[in-house]
Every structure is written in C-alpha cells, then in structure tokens.
C-alpha cells in the first residue's frame, strides 16, 4: 500500500510540473512586455530596458521556467502583480482559505444530498419519490451554476431577506454560494450513486442477505451502499474540480474575496502573473484532493490492496528463491 | 443487396421506436429542432433587431410590445433571445465538433497503436485532466484576449482532453474484437482499420459525447461570456445578456430569468435527447 501511495505522489508532482509548464506557456503567449506591463505606460524605454535585465527577461524560455520553478518550489514565490505590486503567493494566501471553506462546503453538501437522494431513488425505483428525484436532478443539471446563484441571491436575499446579499462576514455570508455550488454538483453524484446502487441491488449476495432475514436498513447500508461506493468515491475528485471551478464565478457573484474572485479581476486587468499563480494554486488543490480520494480509494478496493499485496510477496519469494 | 438494405431499415426503425419511447427524449428532439429553426430564421421571427437601441424606452418592463421588456439600453430582450440563440448554438456545436474531431484522432492513435505511444499521449492527457476543463477553458480564453473565436479555441481545447481519454478507451476495446484481426490480415492500411472498421463501431459513443458535448459547450460558453471572456457586447449571447442584466437584478430581474431559462431550457432538452439517444443505441443502459 506505501508504494501504491509513494507512486501517486510522485505522478502527482511530475502533473503538477505539467500544470505549471501549461499556464507558463500561456503566459508566453500574452501580448504585451511584462517589464512593461510592471512599470506603466508612462515608463521611459531605458527603464523597461533596465526592467527586462532585472526580470532576466531575455533569457531562453526554459531557462525562465527553470527559474520559475525553482523560484515557485524553494522560495514559494509566484511572482509580483503588475496591478498592487505585491508577491502573488502572499496574496493568495489570504484568499485561499475563503476558497477552500467553500469547496469543501460545497462538497460536502453535494455529497450529502447527492448520496441521500441517490440512495431513495435506487431504493425506490420508479417510485414517484425516484421520479421527483430524478427530474430535480436534470433541472439543476442543466442549469448554470452562476445563474442558479444569481437566482438563489435574488429570492434569498433580496426579495426573502432572509440571508445578506453580498460581502463576507462569517459563515452565515457562504450559505447561498455553497448551496448554488452544492445543488449543481449534487446532480452528477445522484446519477453515480443511483446507477451503481441499481446495479448493486440486483446482485445474488443481496438476494442471500434478504433470504438470511437481515433488515432492510442493514442491507441498504452494509451491503449495498458499502459496495455501491466505490465508484462514486472516484467521482467525488471530480466534482470537487467541478465545484472549484465553479466557485470562481460564484465567489464574484456574491462579492466573497475569496481566489476565485481575485482572479477574475486579475483577468480583467489583464494581471497575468496573478491568474496563472491562482491557476497553479486552484489545480494543486484539486491534485492534493484527488491523491487523498485515491488513498481513500484504494482502502475500499480489496482489489487494488490485494494486487499491491501479491506484488510485495512474489518479490519477497522472488528473493527467497 | 436488396436484403441488406431492408435489414439496414429495419434497424434504423428498432432504433427510432426505441427512441421514440422515451418521451422526454422526444420533446428534446422537437426543442431542439425548434430552437434551432429560430435561430436560422431570426431576423424573421424577432419582433426588433439585436442592437436597435431607444434609450426613451429603457428598463421597461414585459408588455404587449415588448414581451420580455427592454435592457439598459431600450433593446428588446425578447429579439435580443432569438439573436442569442444564433450565437449560442453555433458556438456550442462548433467547439463540440472541433473538441470531437481532435479527440477522436488523438483518442484513436492512443487507442489503436497502445504501447509507449499510449503511454506518452495518455501522460500528457492526464496532465490537462488535473485541471478542469472550464478553469483550463478560463485560463485560455484570458491569454488569447476574449472575443468568439478565442472563446472556441478555449472552449475546445478545455474539453478535448477528457473526451480524447474516453474515445481511447472505447478504441481500445474495440481493438481486441476478431474483427480487427481480421482486417489486419487482409492487410488493410492503419488508417483504414481505424476509421474504417473500428470508427463504425464506436460512433454510437460519438454521437452520444457529441450530443451532451454541445449541451456542456453552451454552459460552459455562457460562463465564459458571463465574465466577459466570450461574446462582447453587442453580440447578443445568452451569458452576455445575463452578465449585462446582472447590475440591474433587484429592479428589472427578468434581465437576469429569461435568458438563464433559455439556457436551462436548452440545455436540458439537448440532455434529454443526449439520453434517449444512448437509450436507443444501447438498450441495456435503459434507466441508468
């Protein structure tokens, strides 16, 4: 199981390198002298001279990225924005907390309602609770995260004033942009537990727990969901990128400082150091949560533990022999 | 000949029956068909042009002249919705068939030849896929500038690594079939083996991809125009009009609700005849 959990990690660094290389990339390919973009229009052609020596800004590409890198791992520096001239990595970290309360949030509410409705439907196929389920299943799925947020700010906060509109002041200021986030990514974790469910249900063990006379409760949980997880578990990763990405918009929909709405506006400032350092940051959250669905993954897989298992003893014997 | 053609027929009746059968499937293609009708036939139907504007008549509610009133800028929401459906349509189907086109011969080669050409493509695939395609989608469409076309490039390029990953797969199950075998021993090209024998046999999967493709490519485009990375304004795309109605929510909230129904609307009957269309290819997924 180490060496399962060590090779995961590893893959994840080398994809993280691979990120980076991508949005530095993109970066190249902005128009515009980023020496100039630092200084201003009103900068004389020596200073940006003078900039782009600083900035070692003529160096070969890879070089820059080397340095980069370099800069990113051993002085986790992401560069300065052109806009407040701040380091972009002392920046994010304020903001990051914001955006990882919501995605965890917004997760953990899709989950929930995702499991439990999931759960219902597969249980109760073609029931009208299942048919209910499925039909809010496709409307929140077809609908756009941001407009569903809008829509939910519109009744919540300004007709209902049950709930503040905009800003972020504790916890209560996160309820509608988790539920707009949660409600959306909740269809596609519906969809994965139903069908697993439904195709769990029909096995001979079910049919043998239901002949032993066990309840319906245990056999729902212990033999059904425990076996109907699995694939879901894996998409949980996924959606958790969904949610993220989401919460980009969201978060500005619903004025929360969170990174997502610090690179919006770094987008229409054209700030590029900030979106690709909010770009790196919000895709190294993802990799770290997809490692830790892995491990969490490969605990449930009797499968997965048992090939690493084998693979650990035939070498041992391997040795022996 | 005769025989083979009636069989041919036939299959495509089973097919169409089954599809049939799925109501909701149906009123999707009907959608569909519709929306699609309105929006070759704009300039007809709608009542004003896209940019005719009358600042006199500005943020006037719905009324018998004006069915979903006027913006900002006195244009008419309804005619600017049926432009949109122009702009939305194109844009989805566009970046779905670029997306497709691309991913089906990366998928392809990754699938057919396997081995250490898998290996790298799938590396490399597996790189994008760490970030998901809307936040690579946003990325893109920030560094090219904004506008449609760098929208379509962003669009597609977002969505090619996850369906390259999927066509793989499907390649690569298909290549172990006798069939395949088959055509390797009578010598037929690669190129034919792939899009000739092994393409019939996964265009189902195709079609489906590219069905819900179109559905996640009007979304995603109207997330993008929606922050101002896709259409600019006047263009009348249906995110556009939500980001510009967005300022004027607590007053005239029909700005922001007509045009997001349009692409809930849309967007759920392209699902539903995405759905029923699996349904129809593959019997045995029915209800999953």
């Known amino acids: 199981m180490k060496k399962y959990i060590i090779k995961r990690l590893l893959w994840m660094i080398v994809v993280l390198l691979g990120v980076l290389f991508i949005v530095f990339v993109l970066l190249e390919f902005t128009p515009g002298d980023p020496a100039r973009q630092i200084l201003g229009v009103y900068a004389d052609e020596e200073e940006v001279a003078a900039k782009r020596l600083e900035l070692r800004l003529d160096d070969p590409f890879l070089v820059r990225f080397g340095r980069y890198v370099y800069n990113l791992v051993f002085r986790f520096d992401l560069g300065i924005s052109y806009r407040t001239k701040l380091p972009v990595m002392q920046e994010i970290a304020t903001r990051f907390p914001i955006t990882i309360a919501i995605g965890v949030l917004g997760l953990v509410v899709s989950v929930a309602i995702g499991l439990v409705a999931g759960i219902i439907s597969a249980v109760k196929q073609y029931s009208w609770l299942d048919k209910i389920c499925n039909v809010f299943a496709v409307i929140f799925h077809a609908m756009p995260n941001f407009w569903l947020a809008l829509e939910l700010s519109l009744i919540f906060a300004l007709y209902l004033k049950w709930l503040p509109p905009t800003g972020y002041k504790g916890l209560k200021y996160l ?5 707009a986030l949660g409600l959306n990514g909740s269809t596609a974790i519906f969809r994965q537990v139903r069908s697993s469910m439904l195709d769990v249900i029909r096995e001979d063990y079910i049919r043998t727990a239901r002949a032993k006379g066990q309840s ?14 699995m694939p879901v578990v894996t998409m949980i990763g996924n959606s958790l990128g969904a949610i993220i990405a989401g919460s980009v918009v969201v978060e500005s929909i619903f004025s929360i400082p969170g990174l997502g709405n610090y690179m919006l506006q770094a987008i229409n400032r054209r700030d590029y150091p900030v979106i690709q350092g909010s770009v790196f940051v919000l895709a190294f959250m993802i990799c770290i949560f997809n490692l ?16 690493y298992q084998s693979n650990v003893k035939s070498k041992k014997r391997g040795v022996k022999a | ?9 036939s299959q495509f009746k089973l097919f169409f029956r089954r599809f049939c059968r799925n109501k909701l499937a149906v009123f999707g293609l009907i959608f569909i068909v519709f929306i699609i009708l309105v929006a070759l036939f704009a300039p007809f139907i709608a009542p004003y042009g896209y940019d005719d504007q009358n600042v006199s008549i500005r943020l006037t509610k719905p009324n018998s002249e004006h069915w979903f009133g006027t913006d900002d800028l006195g244009r008419d929401v309804f005619s600017r919705m049926i432009y949109g459906a122009r702009v939305s349509l194109s844009v989805g189907i566009s970046t779905t068939a670029i997306s497709m086109f691309t991913a089906l011969i990366i998928g392809m080669i990754s699938g057919y030849y396997g081995g250490r050409t898998d290996n790298i493509i799938m590396r490399i695939v597996d790189v994008f896929l760490a970030i998901p395609s809307i936040l690579l989608s946003i990325a893109i469409a920030a560094t090219l500038g904004g506008g449609i076309v760098s929208m379509l490039i962003a669009l597609s390029m977002g969505a090619i690594p996850g369906v390259s990953r999927l066509i793989r797969a499907q390649v690569m199950a298909e290549c172990h079939k006798e069939y395949v075998e088959a055509a390797k021993v009578t010598r037929a090209s690669d190129f034919r083996i792939m899009f000739k024998y092994i393409f019939p046999n996964i265009l189902s999967v195709f079609i489906v991809t590219f069905t819900m493709g179109v559905a996640g490519g009007i979304l995603n485009a109207s997330m993008l125009s929606f922050i101002g990375l896709g259409a600019q304004p006047p263009i009348p795309e249906w995110g556009a009009m939500l980001s510009e109605g967005r300022a004027y929510i607590r007053d005239y909230p029909y700005l922001v609700t007509y045009p997001g129904i349009m692409i809930s609307i849309t967007v759920f009957a392209i699902n539903m005849f995405g759905d029923g269309l699996r349904d129809a290819f593959d019997p045995k997924l029915k209800g999953r």
Not at chain 1, 175 to 179: E, G, Q, Y
Not at chain 1, 216 to 228: D, P, S
Not at chain 2, 1 to 9: H, L
């Open chain 1, 175 to 179: 309820i509608l942009p988790v539920a």
């Open chain 1, 216 to 229: 319906e409760i245990k056999i729902i949980l212990k033999h059904e969901l425990r076996n109907a997880l």
């Open chain 1, 292 to 307: 830790l669905t892995d491990i969490v993954y490969s605990f449930l897989d009797p499968q997965l533990q048992s090939q």
């Open chain 2, 1 to 9: 000949m005769n025989a083979s053609k009636s069989g041919r027929k």
